[in-house]
């Protein structure tokens, strides 16, 4: 990486936000991958901005990482700067039936916010293991609820850094999966979500529940990227990678989980192309067998 990059980066930000060759593995849930020519970490959300206006202006490659919960950065690692949305974005500021949401906040705190504001809604994402800027840009749901049900409307940083502006909820394309914001690159830095009066004892039994229910079907105990691939129309992946005889399938360090089927889970001392070894295996069985072609829901960067 260009020393005259970092040096501008540290005129933007304050010298402990930046982290030369980063071990992207300290980083993602799936602990596994290579590093990072330079994580940064802006201190708000006008760093942010110069530092997106910096990196288009130099034409230097950039990717924006939250929580890091759906997303594998390759063994090669990454030669260009990761910007990631930490500390300086978390927060939940309630007034009323309204929470505005830092980016950087993770859901099961939102979650645990909304339980004791008496706020009803947000149950489904209690266990979901990302945070509110990455939960918009995937449109992140379970249990039969999604971001798009609740969310009001989204404060975005442009991709250039040009502009800082609120995206109303209807003006995100939130689909499976899917935000306009993965077309666009904007970043998200705030989020607004309207819930509803509840009462506390039903919130709380339901999100213990969920967490119970979650804890019984999903490896949790395992490094992973949650469900690693999307649900194809018509059929559910995981009992497709069952029903194709690879559930407990192992490359190196990675294994089809014996639990669920729809989870690739780093058993110890996974790389990253174990699981993308894995990962390959696995869509071109199901191919094979039904006919169907499985989609990646993590993000290969790299």
């Known amino acids: 990486m260009n020393n005259e990059i970092i040096n501008r980066l540290t005129d933007i930000t304050r010298q402990e936000n930046i982290i030369c060759d ?8 799936f602990r596994a991958g290579g590093k990072a020519a330079v994580l940064v970490q802006p201190g708000s959300a006008e760093e942010l901005r110069e530092i997106l206006r910096l990196l288009n202006a130099e034409d ?9 919960t759906n997303v594998l950065f390759k063994d090669s690692g990454y030669d260009g700067v990761v910007v990631r949305i930490g500390k300086a974005f978390e927060g939940v500021d309630i007034e009323g039936d309204v929470l505005r949401c830092g980016s950087g906040t993770l859901l099961s ?9 008496g706020l009803t809604g947000f149950e489904f994402a209690s266990g979901i293991p990302g945070s509110v800027g990455g939960a918009v ?23 250039d850094g040009s502009e800082d502006r609120i995206i109303p909820a209807g003006d995100l394309d939130l689909g499976y999966r899917h935000s306009i914001l993965q077309e666009t690159g904007d970043i998200v830095v705030e989020a607004e979500i309207r819930l509803s009066e509840g009462d506390k004892v039903k919130i709380k039994e339901t ?16 490094p992973s990227a949650g469900s690693t691939f999307k649900r194809p129309e018509g059929h559910f992946a995981g009992k497709l990678i069952q029903d194709a005889g690879l559930k407990g399938l192992t490359v190196g360090g990675a294994q089809v989980s ?4 729809g989870f ?7 790389t990253a ?5 894995l990962m390959d295996i696995v869509r071109a069985k199901v191919l094979n067998d039904f006919d169907v072609e499985l989609e990646p829901e993590v993000r290969i960067i790299g």
């Not at 230097?60 to 890091?68: D, Y």
């Not at 705190?109 to 339980?115: C, F, G, K, N």
């Not at 014996?258 to 089927?261: Q, T, V």
């Open 109 to 117: 705190v939102v979650a645990r916010e909304a339980l004791a504001a």
């Open 137 to 159: 840009f995937m449109n992140a749901g379970a249990y039969g609820g999604e971001l798009k049900d609740v969310l009001v409307s989204a404060r975005v940083i442009s991709a």
């Open 60 to 68: 230097v490659p950039h990717f924006v990482l939250g929580n890091g």
């Open 22 to 29: 980063a071990d992207m593995a300290e980083y993602t849930s």
């Open 273 to 277: 192309s174990d699981i993308l070894e």
């Open 258 to 261: 014996e639990l669920h089927s």
């Open 264 to 270: 690739i889970i780093n058993k110890g001392g996974a």
């Open 207 to 222: 999100m213990a529940e969920l967490t119970l229910k979650r804890n019984q079907k999903q490896p949790v105990q395992y």
